[in-house]
Nanobody, 126 residues
Framework: VQLQASGGGLVQAGGSLRLSCAASGRTFSRYVVGWFRQAPGKGRVFVAVISVSGGTTSYADSVKGRFTISRDNAKNTVYLQMNSLKPEDTAVYYC????????????????????WGKGTQVTVSS
């Protein structure tokens, strides 16, 4: 599976961005997809994840109520809608996948994910 994240950019605090993660491969619908981020000088951390069916999602506490993850399996794409952005959201955002056997399975650890895309930079100015 090859992944391509896009949609990053520079935005003022309080603004919005929508990230996209486009995947190759015919079995995309069987992959759990997660978003992670890495701020300068810090480790990569979990942001959001969505199950293969899209019926189960999970978010880091820091983004709950502001970010929404969704998927369109027909387009092999997962989205991360980011609203009410804060300067502390500044980071490189990565999407990652792992094959899942269950429709409601999801994973939140960096070490759980199998394939990673190149990141997209999000910068939020104060």
């Amino acid at each position: 599976v090859q992944l391509q994240a896009s949609g990053g950019g520079l935005v003022q605090a309080g603004g919005s961005l929508r990230l996209s993660c486009a995947a190759s491969g015919r079995t995309f619908s069987r992959y759990v997809v997660g978003w992670f981020r890495q701020a300068p000088g810090k480790g990569r951390v979990f942001v959001a994840v969505i199950s293969v069916s899209g019926g189960t999602t999970s978010y880091a506490d820091s983004v709950k109520g502001r970010f929404t993850i969704s998927r369109d399996n027909a387009k092999n794409t997962v989205y991360l809608q980011m609203n009410s952005l804060k300067p502390e959201d500044t980071a490189v955002y990565y999407c990652a996948v792992r094959y899942a056997s269950g429709d409601s399975d999801y994973y939140t650890s960096v070490n759980d994910m199998r394939y990673w895309g190149k990141g997209t930079q999000v910068t939020v100015s104060s």
